[in-house]
């Protein structure tokens, strides 16, 4: 594991890595997160295989709700709820695999404008494992395992949030898939 700091430099070496279908490990809003390019069916596996979780369902993040439309397309409730919580901790479900969101992480929407496609941002910990809001937490998760990451960014101690609430707003129904920062009642509104 390569460990850059958060910096042009560092961020051009994210970039590069990312483009190479290489996963990184960078800081969001809520947490340092584990991912790469959303669509790359190799980083996929590969980001499984280093949370040690049998399923492919993974969480993204996206340089601006243009860029989730672009990829995803949003309904009218969607973006009613993407133009009310983002930038911030709201994902949602846009398809069978992914939840997404524009997070309030320079660093983050940076990599996803960089890259050009929103990215995989997935705890960077092992499944069931504490969620990392440090380096050496990182690390402390990886090391000696077979399966790592290939570069992190550190930006030095994160604030303790809560994680994303994830939200299927698809169909006629919203359906809460996992509570966190933002309240069952803030989106009963909607």
Same mark, same amino acid.
């Given at each position: 594991? !390569?460990? =850059? ?9 994210? $970039? %590069?890595?990312? !483009? /190479?279908?290489?996963?990184?490990? *960078? ?15 190799? =980083? ?16 993204? =993040? ?6 989730? &439309?672009?990829? *995803?397309?949003?309904?009218? /409730? %969607?973006? !009613? ?11 949602? =479900? $846009? ?11 320079? #660093? ?18 092992? @499944?069931? &494992? ?10 402390? %998760? ?5 399966? %790592?990451?290939?570069?992190? #960014?550190?930006?030095?101690?994160? @604030? +303790? /949030? +809560? ?21 069952? /009642?803030?989106?009963? !509104?909607?």
């Amino acid at each position: 594991m !390569k460990i =850059v700091k958060a910096n042009q430099a560092g961020l051009a070496a994210a $970039v %590069q890595a990312i !483009k /190479r279908n290489r996963p990184v490990v *960078f800081p969001t809003d809520t947490a340092y997160a584990l991912g790469g390019i959303f669509d790359s069916s190799v =980083v996929q596996r590969q980001i499984a295989a280093i949370k040690k979780r049998g399923d492919s369902k993974f969480t993204l =993040v996206a340089a601006s709700t243009s860029q989730v &439309e672009k990829n *995803f397309g949003l309904n009218d /409730r %969607q973006k !009613k709820l993407a133009k009310k919580f983002w930038p911030g901790p709201l994902s949602l =479900v $846009v398809s069978k695999k992914f939840a997404v969101r524009v997070p309030d992480s320079a #660093i983050a929407k940076t990599l996803a404008r960089r890259v050009g496609k929103p990215l995989i941002a997935t705890s960077a910990n092992i @499944s069931g &494992e504490a969620t990392p809001y440090t380096i050496a937490a990182v690390i402390d %998760q990886f090391a000696d395992k077979k399966n %790592q990451p290939m570069l992190l #960014i550190d930006a030095g101690r994160l @604030s +303790k /949030r +809560k994680v994303s609430t994830v939200l299927d707003a698809r169909g006629t129904n919203l359906k809460i898939i996992r509570v966190g920062a933002i309240s069952a /009642r803030a989106l009963s !509104k909607f």
